[in-house]
Nanobody, 120 residues
Framework: QIHVAESGGGLVQPGGSLNLSCTVS????????????MGWYRQVGEEKRELVAT???????NYAPAVKGRFTVARDNFKNSVYLQMNNVKPEDTAVYYC??????????WGQGTQVTVSS
């Protein structure tokens, strides 16, 4: 069974930094980790969950225009982990951030989410 767990959320002031981590557990995932796209999404209230950033096994990345240049996504296959370094955060970055791992055209898994609040 695959379990996705995020950590690192919290309260941060505008212009500050925060680092989110996500670790995936499960023997099957470890075997096929290189076949998964890993990334982050965020959701504000009942609004639609939106993509923040994803990273493939070959290192190719995809960022939402709103975070490009401020956020950096990285992965460590040996640790079954994906990270999101958030710099120069803005109040509009406030959301619940969800970790997602997905095999294209196949399965995907979500974490329970971690709250990020940007406020002075």
């Amino acid at each position: 069974q695959i379990h996705v767990a995020e950590s690192g959320g919290g309260l941060v002031q505008p212009g500050g930094s925060l680092n989110l981590s996500c670790t995936v557990s499960g023997a099957i995932f470890s075997i096929y980790v290189s076949t998964y796209v890993m990334g982050w999404y965020r959701q504000v209230g009942e609004e639609k969950r939106e993509l923040v950033a994803t990273i493939s096994d070959d290192g190719s990345t995809n960022y939402a225009p709103a975070v490009k240049g401020r956020f950096t996504v990285a992965r460590d296959n040996f640790k079954n982990s994906v990270y999101l370094q958030m710099n120069n955060v803005k109040p509009e970055d406030t959301a619940v951030y969800y970790c997602n791992v997905a095999r294209v055209g196949s399965v995907e898994y979500w974490g329970q989410g971690t709250q990020v609040t940007v406020s002075s």
